[in-house]
T-cell receptor, first 114, second 119 residues
Framework: NAGVTQTPKFQVLKTGQSMTLQCAQD?????MSWYRQDPGMGLRLIHY???????DQGEVPNGYNVSRSTTEDFPLRLLSAAPSQTSVYFC?????????????FGQGTRLTVV | AQKVTQAQTEISVVEKEDVTLDCVYE???????LFWYKQPPSGELVFLIR??????QNEISGRYSWNFQKSTSSFNFTITASQVVDSAVYFC????????????????FGKGTKLSVKP
């Protein structure tokens, strides 16, 4: 009964370092997405995917890459971390069939770039 | 363009008071979905409700109730007899309909309302 699993939960990076935030879901959901949450800004969409092999940009995509090779996994890559990417990152998945469902969110990854 | 506005940044109430969190949305779509999520101090996002644009019936779940009015583009959330455990940030969100008929996965969030319930 895992739902959406994000790793790691916490991470500190130095400016210029790269890393990958992992996201996996076990609900066979077609749709997966990444959001970032900044104080006073709510959650903003970074990238999303409507199925394996299909990704697209959201509201704030710069500095991030994604790929979707399987239905289960949707990793988010920071190629060269910047202090402006300090944030809490949430991965979400949802089903696109039927009358629709809520988005299921992971526990979040708190990233600090120094 | 789609937009969700939660005008109340922070609300503070005393336990057992009723409190209403406002949510106003903008969309050009005729079919859309509205959501409320709760984010307690522990940080996770907890789903509370989803409402389709073609269903304007209000909903009550225990101490929680939701008032959806298409005429004013509002989807307000009321907590009756608030409790300290209700202290959290509450987000209202909007989603378009997907080509499959369900809600598209992209959520447009409001900036959230921080509710503090004091004993």
């Amino acid at each position: 009964n895992a739902g959406v699993t994000q790793t790691p939960k916490f991470q500190v990076l130095k400016t210029g370092q790269s890393m990958t935030l992992q996201c996996a879901q076990d609900m066979n959901h077609e749709y997966m997405s990444w959001y970032r949450q900044d104080p006073g800004m709510g959650l903003r969409l970074i990238h999303y995917s409507v199925g394996a092999g299909i990704t697209d940009q959201g509201e704030v995509p710069n500095g991030y890459n994604v790929s979707r090779s399987t239905t289960e996994d949707f990793p988010l890559r920071l190629l060269s971390a910047a202090p402006s990417q300090t944030s809490v990152y949430f991965c979400a998945s949802s089903s696109q069939t039927g009358r629709g469902t809520e988005a299921f969110f992971g526990q979040g990854t708190r990233l600090t770039v120094v | 363009a789609q937009k969700v506005t939660q005008a109340q940044t922070e609300i503070s109430v005393v336990e057992k008071e009723d409190v209403t969190l406002d949510c106003v949305y903008e969309t050009r779509d005729t079919t859309y979905y509205l959501f409320w999520y709760k984010q307690p101090p522990s940080g996770e996002l907890v789903f509370l409700i989803r409402r389709n644009s073609f269903d304007e019936q209000n909903e009550i779940s225990g101490r929680y109730s939701w008032n959806f009015q298409k005429s004013t583009s509002s989807f307000n959330f009321t907590i009756t007899a608030s409790q300290v455990v209700d202290s959290a940030v509450y987000f209202c969100a909007l989603s378009e309909a997907s080509s499959y008929g369900g809600n598209q996965g992209n959520l447009i969030f409001g900036k959230g309302t921080k509710l503090s319930v004091k004993p």
